[in-house]
């Protein structure tokens, strides 16, 4: 699951965003890998999905759906959101709103990095009613 990156300004909010990474703005999905027990699976979103991840000053949001317009077995919808602090490039996203209600109410730290349009994130994923621990890595393009 997962989530974006953007404009031109550093955040400076209510939370501790002090960064002067362009992270504000709209970011599409490219592709998401995930490690879990040393096993590594690469997703690329254009294949089957289209998401989503927007931030601004002092909230993120994200939404990934199927292209099959939930007609098939490939159905899938998946939103959230919350406030994110940034300092440097340790990105920590404060899940306050999920479609997926286990994963509500936690924290999940990112490195970023942004390289010209290029947003990506990789940090720990951790949900102990989920049952999820692995390594996440995102990334994203900065949508004009």
């Given at each position: 699951?997962?989530?974006?990156?953007?404009?031109?300004?550093s955040?400076?909010?209510?939370?501790?965003n002090?960064?002067?990474?362009?992270?504000?703005?709209?970011w599409?999905?490219?592709t998401?890998?995930?490690i879990?027990?040393?096993?590594?699976?690469?997703?690329?979103?254009?294949n089957?999905?289209?998401?989503?991840?927007?931030?601004?000053?002092?909230?993120?949001?994200?939404?990934?759906?199927?292209?099959?317009?939930?007609?098939?077995?490939?159905?899938?919808?998946?939103?959230?959101?919350?406030?994110?602090?940034?300092?440097?490039?340790?990105?920590?996203?404060?899940?306050e709103?999920c479609?997926?209600?286990?994963?509500?109410?936690?924290?999940f730290?990112?490195?970023?990095?942004?390289?010209?349009?290029t947003?990506?994130?990789?940090?720990?994923?951790m949900v102990?009613?989920?049952?999820?621990d692995?390594?996440?890595?995102?990334?994203?393009?900065?949508?004009?």
């Open positions: 699951m997962a989530c974006i990156a953007m404009a031109l300004m955040c400076n909010s209510t939370g501790n002090d960064s002067k990474l362009p992270i504000i703005g709209t599409e999905y490219l998401s890998t995930t879990e027990n040393g096993d590594s699976v690469h997703f690329e979103y254009s089957s999905q289209k998401g989503i991840k927007i931030i601004n000053a002092t909230h993120f949001s994200f939404l990934i759906h199927d292209l099959s317009k939930g007609k098939d077995t490939t159905a899938n919808f998946v939103s959230g959101g919350g406030r994110y602090d940034l300092s440097d490039n340790l990105y920590v996203e404060h899940l709103y479609s997926d209600r286990e994963w509500e109410n936690n924290d730290k990112f490195t970023i990095d942004i390289q010209n349009d947003l990506t994130q990789k940090g720990v994923e102990e009613g989920a049952k999820v692995r390594v996440i890595i995102e990334k994203y393009v900065r949508v004009r």
